[in-house]
């Protein structure tokens, strides 16, 4: 049975911008490939790290190694993404923008523009079939797999931003952090901001990334992910801080995925009430919710508890979102109306300035 703060949280209409694919798969579909693929010997603990648990960075891009090998067909990408968008829909988010890396395998045929295209039509059969979310398609370039490559990743996004009715909005950097540097990526990420394609970049997400944060935002990105070490209190600069807030560039957080990920050290040490309490337009996140056994919901739920929020906080930051997404004006504003129409379902009474338990009493103020 879900009490009333789990029911209030998944009744917050919420707009995720951070999620990658193949990181997102739950349990249940994860279950469905592994029957479909017995002689990985593939289970569970593999693919998923559970409540309580950590792992390092390292270990956690060994997690998508072994989901990678599950996912390598056009029928398993199909399945997998209509099933990621059916879950976030379910979990109240009504505006998603989905990233993955496209891949080839020689073993089934797949290759990466049939990647894109099954994830496009995944998009479309979701729409079709009224699932109630609009979702949105970022090519993610993996910064593993150097310059050349990610020259080609933008290549492909430019074709399906003109060939997928505005489904394919933006290119994402991302991939092992301790691997390869930013600006081996400048041309191509250059190359993109040119052709109309929207920038969210992971940055800063391990301490060693200052001189190429400071690179990535001469671009500069439309979104930032992590940010994680850019303020100077964890090693990072007030420069770097002013620059982001000069540009007022919209940070994208993810609470359990830096936990689990072991780059921060707990909850409460999270970089979030930094820039919150700056005003500074931060989005919450999930990152990969199969992998870190999360959901949206959870992850207001937490940094409420953690910070303190206020309910109506907590609309506002959900409603917020909206301006950091990358849809269209005229999209943004049904999203607008959409709240709007929702805000009397959620706040039925005037619980609205219902307080979460454990505040930290610092923030709450800042938006
Ligand atoms: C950086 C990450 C990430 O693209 O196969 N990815 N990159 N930092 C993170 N923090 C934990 N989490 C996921 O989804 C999986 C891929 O997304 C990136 C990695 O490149 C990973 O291989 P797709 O759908």
């Not at 505006?95 to 496009?120: F, W």
């Not at 050290?265 to 500074?280: A, D, M, N, T, V």
């Not at 906080?313 to 109306?337: H, N, P, Y």
Request: net charge negative; glycine share 6%.
């Amino acid at each position: 049975m879900e009490d009333d703060a789990e029911l209030f949280y998944r009744q917050l209409p919420k707009v995720e911008l951070h999620a990658h694919l193949n990181g997102s798969v739950s349990v249940a579909t994860m279950e469905r490939l592994i029957a479909r693929k017995p002689h990985l010997n593939i289970d569970h603990s593999m693919t998923a790290i559970l409540k309580g648990q950590r792992r390092t960075l390292d270990e956690c891009f060994q997690v998508f190694k072994v989901i990678h090998q599950l996912i390598d067909t056009e029928e398993d990408l199909l399945m997998v993404t209509k099933s990621v968008i059916r879950e976030f829909a379910e979990d109240g988010v009504r505006y998603l923008e989905l990233r993955s890396t496209p891949r080839a395998d020689s073993k089934t045929g797949l290759t990466k523009r049939r990647y894109v295209e099954s994830i496009i039509e995944a998009i479309r059969q979701c729409k079709e079939e009224n699932v109630d979310t609009e979702v949105r398609f970022l090519v993610a370039v993996d910064r593993r797999n150097g310059a050349e490559v990610a020259m080609e990743t933008v290549k492909l996004a430019e074709d399906y931003m003109l060939a997928s009715d505005g489904l394919v909005v933006g290119v994402d950097l991302s991939g092992d952090p301790n691997v390869g540097h930013g600006k081996d990526f400048l041309p191509a990420l250059q190359k993109a901001r040119n052709c109309g394609l929207k920038l969210a970049l992971h940055m800063s997400e391990v301490p060693s990334q200052k001189e190429e944060s400071e690179l990535l935002l001469t671009l500069p990105p439309d979104r930032i992910g992590h940010g994680t070490f850019l303020h100077p209190e964890v090693g990072g600069s007030q420069s770097l801080v002013d620059r982001v807030r000069e540009k007022n560039i919209p940070l994208e957080l993810c609470l359990t995925s830096n936990v689990k990920g072991q780059t921060v050290g707990s909850y409460q040490k999270h970089h979030f009430p930094y820039w919150y309490q700056l005003g500074h337009p931060c989005v919450l996140c999930t990152d990969d919710k199969g992998v870190f056994s999360t959901s949206l919901s959870m992850e207001y739920q937490l940094a409420a508890a953690t910070f303190g929020l206020s309910r109506e906080a907590v609309w506002t930051l959900s409603q917020q979102a909206i301006g950091c997404s990358f849809a269209t004006d005229a999209v943004r504003q049904q999203l607008q109306q959409r709240w709007a129409l929702l805000l009397p379902e959620v706040f039925p009474t005037s619980s609205c300035l219902h307080r979460e338990p454990t505040a930290l009493q610092t923030c709450g103020q800042g938006l």
